[in-house]
Nanobody, 117 residues
């Protein structure tokens, strides 16, 4: 069983920064695939950033150069550093993991990020 808990969301002014954390628990968690996604009401959930077991990262075009995904050495906490935030970054941010290419997705409960002046 794998569980994910996100934290770090909040209200920030445009141009500000936030760091989201995703803490994974459960003996099955192995860091095979972890990603940050976001969703606004009425829209599909979209990928923001992902990191896989070998450390390779991938970013949505809209956040490249502003957001950075990283993890602890133990791989059980995954961060999303968000800089130069824009109002269009406002969303609920979710952490997702998968333990293999054949396994299902495990999602966290989400954390709200609001960018407004």
């Amino acid at each position: 069983q794998v569980q994910l808990v996100e934290s770090g969301g909040g209200l920030v002014q445009p141009g500000g920064s936030l760091r989201l954390s995703c803490t994974a628990s459960g003996s099955a968690f192995n860091g095979y695939f972890v990603g940050w996604y976001r969703q606004v009401p009425g829209k599909e959930r979209e990928m923001v950033a992902t990191i896989i077991s070998n450390g390779l990262t991938n970013y949505a075009e809209s956040v490249k150069g502003r957001f950075s995904i990283s993890r602890t050495k133990a791989r059980n906490t995954i961060y999303l550093q968000m800089n130069d935030l824009k109002p269009e970054d406002t969303a609920v941010y979710y952490c997702k993991t998968r333990i293999s290419s054949l396994s299902g997705d495990v999602w966290g409960q989400g954390t709200q990020v609001t960018v407004a002046s």
